[in-house]
C-alpha cells in the first residue's frame, strides 16, 4: 500500500466544499471525501503550529510533550532525561515509525523543521526535503519537488508521503496571475456589517483594525493581505484572499491525483487531508489567525480516504489529530506505542463506527494562554491570560446557535460553566497523574511572561490604540498586565 498525507497549514473545514462551503474552493479535496469518511468534529489538541504538529507526531498532549508555545522553556519538547535510551521516545515512538515498523520509505517534504527549530518533527523519516522559505513557500515552489518524488516513486510500494502546503497561512501569497475565482462571490454570511462594526471597536494582535498583529501596516509583497478592515471591500480582500489560498492548494493536489492515476496506482493509495489548524476569520472579533483555543482556530478538517474503507461516510464523533497515530497502527495491525495519549477509530475508518470521545480539552499559548472543553452543542473557554484581547476569564458559546462565537452566555448558563470546569479539572487531574513531570507548560509560558507572540508588545501597542481611537481599552490593559508598562 502507498499512503499520502497532505498537511494544508491553517485550512479550516467550514472553508471546504465538501464541509457546505458556499464557494468552490476544494473540487480536488472534495472528490477524495466522496471516497473516504470525512470527519466533522476533529480538533487539535494544542494550537498554534509547532504545539499542534508536535502533539500529532508524539501522539501526546502539550502538556505531556512539553510543547505548548512558541518560545521559551515551553518551545521545546522534553527530554527523557535519566531514563533516556540509546533512541529517545520520540524516535521510537513517533507517528512516521507506524510505517517504518511496515517496511515503509518515510519522506517528508515540509520546511517546517526549520521553521520553529522543531527538529523532532524530522524523526522517523527516510527523506526530508526541506522547500527552504520556512513556511513562505507558495505552492508553486513546493508542487515541482512533490512531482519529482512521484515520478521517481509513485509506482514503487510500500511508502508514505508527508507533504505540507501553506497557501492559506497568513500573509495570502496565491500569485497575482492566477487571479481571484470569487471576486463575484458573496462573503460569508453571518459577517453583517452591523458586526463588522462591532469587530472594528475591538482590540488585540489581529483583530479587524490591526490585521498586521499589533497595527495596520502593509506590505507590497502581499497584495492579497489587507492591514485592516475598514469596509466590506477590505472584508473581501481579507476572504478573497484565505480562500484563493486554499483553492490554489486545491489545483496542486488536482496534480498530484493526476500522477497517481497515471501510475495506475490510486487504487492502492491511502489519503489524509488535513490541517495544523484552522484560521479565525472573524470569531471572537479575529481575522487571519490562529491565536485562540476556539472552533475557528482548533477545529480541522480530517478526510480519510482509505483503500477498502467506508467512502462517502460521514463521522459526527469528538476526535482528537493525535488520534492519528493510534488509529493508524490498529490499521496496520500495530500495538499502541506506551507514550500515546490518543484512542484508534480505525473501525471508524473500516466500518463507520461511532468512535467518538465524550470531551474534548483544547490548549492554546502561542497568542494567548487558554483551555477550552468542547462538549455536546458546547464550547467553553477558560483565559489565563488574555493576550491583550480582553477577553473574560470564562466565556461560553453555543455552537449550534452561535457557531461563529459572537454571543458569550457564560453568565446566563452558569449551569453550563460547571459541568466544564469539571471535564477540564478531570482531564488534568489525569494529566499531572500520568506523567513524570509536576509542572504544567501552561503555568511555565505564564511565569515567563506570557505568551510569545505577545509579551514585550503591549507598551507600544497602548499609543496604536489611543492614535486609532480604542485608547479606552488602555487602563483594563494596564490593570491586567502592569509589568508591560513597568
Not at 260 to 266: F, I, Q, Y
Not at 359 to 381: P, T
Amino acid at each position: 500500500m502507498r499512503f499520502l498525507l497532505l498537511d494544508l497549514d491553517s485550512v479550516r473545514p467550514d472553508h471546504l466544499g465538501c464541509y457546505g462551503y458556499h464557494r468552490n474552493t476544494s473540487p480536488n479535496i472534495d472528490k477524495i471525501a466522496a471516497q473516504g469518511v470525512r470527519f466533522e468534529n476533529y480538533y487539535c489538541s494544542d494550537a498554534p503550529c509547532f504545539p499542534s504538529r508536535t502533539a500529532l507526531m508524539t501522539g501526546k498532549f502539550g502538556i505531556h510533550n512539553g510543547v505548548v508555545g512558541h518560545g521559551g522553556t515551553a518551545g521545546d519538547p522534553r527530554h527523557d532525561g535519566i531514563e533516556r535510551m540509546f533512541k529517545d521516545v520520540i524516535g521510537r515512538e513517533c507517528l512516521p515509525m507506524v510505517f517504518r515498523s511496515c517496511d515503509y520509505k518515510t519522506t517528508l517534504i515540509s520546511p517546517f523543521a526549520e521553521r520553529h527549530s522543531s527538529w523532532t518533527f524530522n524523526a522517523g523519516f527516510n527523506e526530508i526535503y526541506n522547500t527552504g522559505k520556512s513556511g513562505m513557500e507558495s505552492a508553486e515552489e513546493v508542487t515541482p519537488v512533490v512531482v519529482k518524488w512521484l515520478e521517481d516513486n509513485a509506482a514503487k510500494d510500500n511508502w508514505f508521503l508527508y507533504i505540507n502546503y501553506w497557501d492559506a497561512h497568513t500573509p495570502y501569497r496565491a500569485p497575482l496571475e492566477y487571479g481571484n475565482p470569487f471576486e463575484n462571490d458573496p462573503l460569508p454570511s453571518w459577517i453583517t456589517p452591523e458586526v463588522l462594526e462591532q469587530h472594528k471597536k475591538k482590540v488585540g494582535p489581529h483583530s479587524a483594525s490591526d490585521i498586521n498583529m499589533f497595527d495596520n501596516k502593509t506590505n507590497p509583497k502581499f497584495p492579497r493581505h489587507p492591514g485592516e478592515i475598514k469596509d466590506e471591500a477590505d472584508l473581501r480582500l481579507m476572504i478573497d484572499g484565505y480562500d484563493t489560498g486554499i483553492r490554489y492548494v486545491d489545483d496542486q493536489i488536482g496534480t498530484i491525483l493526476g500522477i497517481l492515476e497515471r501510475a495506475g496506482v490510486m487504487d492502492d493509495v491511502a489519503i489524509i487531508v488535513t490541517a495544523d489548524h484552522g484560521e479565525n476569520q472573524g470569531e471572537l472579533g479575529i481575522y487571519g489567525e490562529h491565536a485562540t483555543a476556539d472552533q475557528g482556530t482548533c477545529r480541522i478538517p480530517m478526510i480519510f480516504r482509505w483503500p477498502g474503507g467506508k467512502q462517502g461516510h460521514v463521522d459526527r464523533g469528538l476526535h482528537y489529530h493525535l488520534d492519528l497515530a493510534p488509529t493508524l497502527a490498529e490499521l496496520f495491525r500495530k500495538q499502541p506505542r506506551p507514550s500515546w495519549d490518543g484512542q484508534s477509530y480505525a473501525k471508524t475508518i473500516t466500518e463507520g463506527a461511532d468512535l467518538g470521545r465524550d470531551y474534548l480539552v483544547i490548549s492554546q499559548c502561542a497568542h494567548v494562554c487558554q483551555r477550552s472543553v468542547r462538549f455536546g452543542d458546547w464550547l467553553y473557554v477558560r483565559t489565563y491570560h488574555d493576550g491583550y484581547h480582553l477577553f473574560d476569564k470564562e466565556m461560553l458559546y453555543n455552537l449550534k446557535q452561535d457557531p461563529y462565537e459572537q454571543h458569550n452566555v457564560a453568565q446566563e448558563r452558569r449551569d453550563v460553566c460547571r459541568e466544564a470546569v469539571y471535564l477540564l479539572n478531570e482531564w488534568h487531574d489525569e494529566m499531572m497523574f500520568t506523567m513524570k513531570h509536576d509542572v504544567d507548560p501552561l503555568w511555565t509560558v505564564i511565569q515567563e511572561g506570557g505568551p510569545f507572540h505577545a509579551k514585550g508588545h503591549l507598551k507600544k501597542y497602548a499609543g496604536r490604540l489611543e492614535q486609532s481611537g480604542r485608547g479606552h481599552a488602555v487602563p483594563e490593559l494596564m490593570h491586567r498586565h502592569p509589568r508591560e508598562f513597568e
